[in-house]
């Protein structure tokens, strides 16, 4: 969650306001009520945000071809701002890796059929309907598609004099060749162990008369 990433963060404000969190005695020898621990207050602004997050997830996942879509829209965008200024290139690579990975884990299975020594993976022909669990969530490798793209939006507002130049066939060539050896491994897995990365349901029979 986004308080685990941010937890060094946290802490350090925690130890500078911990005395923030103690009861303090008035002058009519009273106690006021104690000031709330700044540590739990950003904690539960990041739950907040976990749970809009979620809200707006649960809204949005019936619209599978409009979110792609417009997810692919954006790294459009992005791949054409960086053409037309020549600059960032190093970012889009690391972009470009990024989502290479989600894409790879959208299409691994949950479990290892040889780590786990369960035979074969559910086929669109096995007798026994079984969905294709993935490692990665189609929704949450979509979250993860958008967000690496606002990062990088981002990245392209901030001065060009940290920016370093480089040869940016050289990365494409580079990227093209790790995503073809990357996703014939993929491949050659999905085809040793017979599955496939897609729900397509289970076969329908109609009696024809």
């Not at 989502?99 to 290892?112: A, M, R, V």
């Not at 940290?162 to 060539?173: F, G, K, N, S």
């Amino acid at each position: 969650s986004l308080s685990v990433h941010f937890a060094p963060f946290l802490f350090g404000i925690a130890v500078v306001m911990s005395a923030g969190g103690e009861n303090t005695q008035t002058g009519d020898g009273e106690f006021a009520a104690p000031t709330p621990n700044p540590l739990e207050q950003i904690k539960s602004v990041f739950k907040q945000l976990e749970q809009q997050k979620q809200k707006y997830s649960d809204l949005l996942t019936p619209f599978v071809m409009e979110r792609w879509a417009g997810a692919c829209s954006l790294m459009f965008l992005y791949l054409l701002l960086v053409f037309i200024r020549q600059a960032w290139f190093i970012a889009t690579y690391a972009w470009g890796i990024y989502i290479l990975n989600l894409f790879i884990g959208f299409l691994t299975p949950q479990h290892d059929p040889v780590a786990e020594g369960e035979g074969e993976l559910p086929t669109k022909e096995a007798d026994e309907f079984k969905p294709f669990m993935r490692k990665l969530p189609e929704m949450k490798f979509w979250w993860g598609v958008i967000t690496a793209t606002a990062v990088a939006f981002f990245v392209t507002c901030l001065p060009r004099s940290i920016d370093i130049p480089v040869y940016w066939p050289i990365l494409l060539m580079y990227f093209i060749m790790l995503f073809v050896v990357t996703m014939r491994k993929r491949i050659e897995h999905m085809m040793q162990h017979k599955y496939i990365p897609f729900n397509l349901g289970k076969k329908k029979y109609t009696n024809d008369k």
